[in-house]
């Protein structure tokens, strides 16, 4: 009798769980779709670039690509300089441009049984970004952990989290619903802390992105370049 009871008492919590996830993400989903769209972030004019000569001094941002040329600057990537726009943790983003997502998802327990310095602690173990450019994820996954709970455990549940690409999903179909949310509710404040983001320079990643925010002004074919003739180690 008390076991079926437990059960019943079980079962009713899980119901209710499962409810108020549902409510939650559908919130979570109506704020994402009206939250203004993130393709003017990858789109604009403004560009970071170095100089060749002297590739580890600070990368500067210029208004426009002619600009960057006129100075005799190498376009790094689309976008103003920020705490990831230097050699180090550009070559970071290309060398795991395959696995980034999957290694900073495994630190994604520490988001809500840790502190900031606990995630920053973990994504600089798995992925090896300076400080500075980690702290940029960290603070991502921590707001996305915010603003986009129910929608990342419905997503999880409904065995879409597997795949990064649901057709249908979000704009366009590119995203499952999760990466949609962190997308729209936590992107942009990302991408002006990051200043670099794999769509900015120019590279295809494990996430599908829409072509039209891949930057085309970039001067280096990062996937293929030999960091050391181009000064970077």
Same mark, same amino acid.
């Given at each position: 009798?008390?076991?079926?009871r437990v059960l019943l ?25 009206r939250a203004p769209s ?12 170095? @100089?060749?000569?002297?590739? %580890? &001094?600070?990368?500067?941002? =210029? ?7 006129? +100075? ?45 310095? @606990?995630?920053?602690?973990? %994504? &600089?173990?798995?992925?090896? =970004?300076?400080?500075d450019c980690t702290n940029?994820? +960290? ?95």
């Open positions: 009798f008390w076991t079926l008492g079980f079962g009713f919590v899980l119901y209710g769980f499962f409810i108020f996830m549902l409510i939650g993400s559908r919130a979570e989903n109506d704020k994402a779709a993130t393709t003017k972030f990858f789109t604009l004019d403004a560009v970071c670039a170095f @100089d060749p000569k002297h590739p %580890l &001094e600070e990368f500067r941002t =210029f208004d426009n690509k002619d600009l960057a040329h006129l +100075a005799n600057y190498t376009i790094a990537h689309c976008g103003e300089c920020a705490y990831c726009s230097n050699p180090h943790d550009i070559q970071v983003y290309v060398e795991t441009r395959k696995t980034i997502a999957k290694k900073s998802k495994q630190c994604g327990p520490k988001v809500y049984f840790g502190s900031k310095g @606990d995630v920053s602690d973990c %994504l &600089e173990s798995k992925i090896g =970004f300076t400080r940029c994820w +960290a603070e991502n996954m921590i707001n996305t952990g915010d603003k986009c709970l129910f929608t990342c455990l419905r997503t999880l549940f409904s065995g879409f989290m597997a795949e990064n690409n649901v057709k249908g999903s979000g704009e366009g179909g590119w995203l499952n619903a999760c990466l949609y949310c962190d997308e729209k509710r936590s992107g942009p404040a990302f991408v002006t802390c990051s200043g670099v983001a794999r769509r900015r320079l120019g590279i295809v990643s494990e996430i599908e992105r829409n072509p039209e925010e891949q930057c085309k002004n970039v001067d280096v074919d990062w996937v293929n370049v030999d960091f050391d003739e181009i000064g970077f180690n």
